[in-house]
C-alpha cells in the first residue's frame, strides 16, 4: 500500500475471522487499526491482534464519528455485514441483521460525512443476485430484494455509492477459513451427525476463503476505486451441500444429512430470509475485480481453501 501508507482505518467489527485477519495484516503493514469491541473479553482479542478496541454504538452516527475523530480515521471498513454471509447459517439474528444494513449503514455514513475520512470499503454480498438458475452473472445483474434482508442489503449498497465520502462495494461470497465460526459450527455439527439445512443440490453458491476476502479489502484501500462494485468469489461456485459434503469427506466423518420437509412445513418453520438464501442461485463473475484491483484468489476453489483450513486445525491441534 505504498501510495495508502500509514492508514487509520475503523472496522466495524472486531473479533470475527475477517476483521482479526485483516487487522492482523493492516497493523503488520504499518497501519493503525480500530475495530468496534463488545464487551473486556473482545476488547483484550483486538488488543491481542495489534489493534485499538473502541467501543461506540454501530446504531448512532454521532457516537461513530466522536470515534473517527479520536482515531483520526482514513477509512471504514464495513466488516460488521459479514456475520450473516456464512453457511450453513446457524440461527442467525435476521432482524438484527437487516437493522444493521439499514440503520447501521444510514447511521456509518452520516457519521463519515461529519470527519475527515476519506474512503469507506462497504462489503455486500453475492447471494443478492437471488435465483438466476445457476447461470454465471456480473456486478450489472438485477438483485433480488423481495426479502427483507435482501431489500435492505441492496438499498445500502446504494446507500454507499451515493453518499459524498467515496467509496467502493465488495459483494462477497459465503466467507469461511479455519477461524470462522461457520466452519467450526460445521464441524461441531458433523461430529453430531447433525442434519443441515442445506438447500437444493443443484444451487450454485458462491464461496471466498477469508483470506481471500481481506486480501480484495487491502487492495480497494490501496486503489480506493470510487462509485465501483466487485465481485468477490472463487472460481468454484457450488452448492452448499457439496461444500458440507467435502468438507465431511477430508475432516473424516460422515456426510450430513439433508433437512428435507414438505415445503408446507418449511414454510412455516423457516426464516423468510434462509429461505430466499437457500433459493438464490448464481455464479459470480470476478472479472471486473480481477481487472480493476488486480486481485487474484489464493485459493482458487473451495478444495482448495477447505484442506487450508484442516491443515491450519491439524497444526494447532
Known amino acids: 500500500m505504498a501510495e495508502n501508507e500509514g492508514l487509520s482505518v475503523f472496522l466495524t467489527s472486531g473479533t470475527d475471522a475477517l476483521a482479526r485477519e485483516l487487522t492482523r495484516q493492516l497493523v503488520a503493514e504499518g497501519h493503525q487499526v480500530a475495530s468496534v469491541a463488545h464487551g473486556l473479553d473482545e476488547a483484550a482479542t ?3 491482534d495489534g489493534g485499538l478496541p473502541v467501543y461506540c454504538d454501530v446504531f448512532r452516527a454521532g457516537e461513530i464519528a466522536s470515534t473517527l475523530r479520536m482515531i483520526e480515521a482514513d477509512a471504514i471498513v ?3 455485514t459479514q456475520g450473516v454471509n456464512s453457511f450453513p447459517p446457524y440461527k442467525p439474528d435476521w432482524d438484527y441483521y437487516q437493522r444493521l444494513l439499514a440503520e447501521g449503514t444510514s447511521a456509518m455514513l452520516e457519521a463519515a460525512a461529519q470527519t475527515d475520512v476519506k474512503y469507506i470499503v462497504h462489503l455486500s454480498y453475492t447471494f443478492l443476485y437471488g435465483d438466476k438458475h445457476g447461470e454465471w452473472v456480473d456486478e450489472h445483474a438485477s438483485l433480488e430484494t ?3 434482508l435482501f431489500e435492505a442489503a441492496a438499498h445500502a449498497e446504494q446507500a454507499v455509492l451515493a453518499a459524498e465520502t467515496p467509496a467502493c462495494v465488495l459483494r462477497a461470497g459465503h466467507n469461511y477459513g479455519p477461524n470462522s ?3 467450526l459450527a460445521l464441524r461441531e455439527g458433523l461430529h ?3 442434519s443441515l439445512p442445506l438447500g437444493d443440490e443443484h444451487q450454485a453458491a458462491n464461496w471466498v476463503h477469508t483470506a481471500d476476502l481481506v486480501a480484495a479489502v487491502k487492495l480497494a484501500l ?7 462494485i466487485f465481485n468477490i468469489a472463487d472460481e468454484s ?13 477430508q475432516f473424516g466423518v460422515q456426510k450430513p444429512g439433508r433437512q428435507r420437509l414438505p415445503s408446507v412445513f418449511a414454510q412455516i418453520m423457516q426464516a423468510p430470509s434462509l429461505r430466499a438464501l437457500l433459493a438464490a442461485s448464481a455464479k459470480a463473475k470476478t472479472d471486473k475485480a480481477r481487472e480493476v ?3 487474484q484468489p489464493q485459493h482458487a476453489s473451495y478444495h482448495q481453501g477447505i484442506e487450508q483450513a484442516l491443515l491450519a486445525w491439524r497444526a494447532h491441534s
Do not use: C, H
Open 78 to 80: 464495513n466488516t460488521a
Open 293 to 295: 484491483l488486480g486481485w
Open 237 to 249: 461456485p457450488v452448492s452448499p451441500g457439496e461444500f458440507a459434503d467435502y468438507f465431511a469427506e
Open 192 to 194: 453430531n451427525s447433525s
Open 181 to 183: 465460526g461457520v466452519m
Open 146 to 148: 423481495d426479502d427483507a
Open 222 to 228: 490501496e486503489k480506493q476505486p470510487q462509485g465501483e
Open 46 to 48: 483486538i488488543r491481542e
